[in-house]
């Protein structure tokens, strides 16, 4: 069974900063890409950022240049440096990955449980 558990996620003001992080466990054979979304009360859950294994990245037109999205292959995890925060960021962040496991060809995407970050002064 694989798990995401973020971390990192809390209250901050407004220009404050914050790291939030995901690691995958379980019975891993290769991770493809890695991405945050983000889902606020009433709205849609949508995409903050994604990266590939490569280390290609995308990011929503509302974080770019102050969102950081990063991996590290070796310990299966990928953090999102959020810098000058705004109101209007606050949102639980979840972490989505596309896992093949062992004894499948398959690559399934997993969710992890969602972390809440509230920017308020």
């Known amino acids: 069974q694989v798990q995401l558990v973020e971390s990192g996620g809390g209250l901050v003001q407004p220009g404050g900063s914050l790291r939030l992080s995901c690691a995958a466990s379980?019975?891993?054979?290769?991770?493809?890409?890695m991405g945050w979304y983000r889902q606020a009360p009433g709205l849609e859950r949508e995409l903050v950022a994604d990266?590939?294994?490569?280390?290609?990245?995308n990011y929503a037109d509302s974080v770019k240049g102050r969102f950081t999205i990063s991996r590290d292959n070796a310990k299966n995890t990928v953090y999102l440096q959020m810098n000058s925060l705004k109101p209007e960021d606050t949102a639980v962040y979840y972490c989505?990955?596309?896992?093949?496991?062992?004894?499948?060809?398959?690559?399934?995407?997993?969710w992890g449980q969602g972390t809440q970050v509230t920017v308020s002064s």
């Open positions: 989505n990955a596309g896992i093949r496991t062992a004894f499948t060809i398959f690559v399934r995407y997993y």
């Open positions: 990266i590939t294994t490569g280390g290609s990245t």
């Open positions: 379980g019975n891993i054979v290769s991770i493809n890409a």
